[in-house]
């Protein structure tokens, strides 16, 4: 059996609607890991123990592939500078936003944000925000094959964005990597997990 480990996007769990539609496409042939990013908690968010938390996870559980969902994307990219090494599906990847979220960030602390995992607006302290504008895991590409699922039409992050940071990686991808656009895709791509899961196992039988 081959292991998948995923990483669930921000303001989301392991419960979210794409890992719910995604498992039962997938499995059992692959396990799918998916670790609550929400460390400490979601209202007290650190960006350095999220990565903690993903690398170990993946040294308890060695994936075969790591996939990212937007703000998840770049904790795959981190744990892949730290040494963690997969093939990588990258779904609707929060690639390049660092300074966008500067610009849109509100004034105060706590900030409100909508917690899909909740279902309501829940409270954040600002420390996390300021965090990622230093993450910058998006300068360079991971050194395994990486394909990019990004809709067109997502309203979280600019599909610009994600394709300008492609194209910077272009020069350095490893072989087989790959860009897929999808011309009526929003962010969360919930109506398009059966390419996913074909673009995951794809991912997976490249490997062996």
């Keep these: 059996m081959n292991t998948l480990l995923y990483f669930h996007g921000f303001a989301s769990s392991p419960a979210s609607a794409k890992i719910t539609a995604l498992r ?4 059992p042939e692959i396990e799918l890991i998916t670790p609550d990013l929400n460390v400490p908690s979601f209202e007290a968010l650190d960006w350095n123990a999220i990565v903690e938390h993903a690398i ?15 703000m998840g994307a770049l904790v795959a990219l981190a744990i892949a500078q730290r040494g963690i090494i997969a093939p990588m599906v990258l779904i609707a990847p929060a690639l390049g936003i660092a300074d966008r979220w500067r610009t849109l960030l509100p004034d ?21 925000f300021e965090q990622m504008f230093q993450v910058r895991v998006d300068r360079t590409p991971p050194p395994s094959p990486v394909t990019v699922v ?8 600019p599909f610009d964005l994600v394709e300008n940071t492609w194209r910077q990686w272009q020069p350095r991808l490893a072989p ?31 490997r062996t």
């Design 176 to 206: 087989s990597s790959k860009f897929i656009a999808i011309d009526e895709g929003d962010h969360g791509l919930t109506a398009h997990a059966a390419l996913i899961a074909r673009e995951i196992r794809e991912a997976i039988s490249g």
């Design 56 to 70: 170990e996870v993946a040294r308890e559980h060695p994936p075969d592939l790591i996939a990212g969902s937007s």
């Design 150 to 157: 990004m809709g067109r039409n997502d309203e979280s992050v």
């Design 24 to 27: 039962p496409m997938i499995e």
């Design 108 to 128: 105060g602390d706590p900030i409100l944000v909508f917690n899909h995992a909740r279902n309501a607006e829940v409270p954040i302290h600002r420390k996390f």
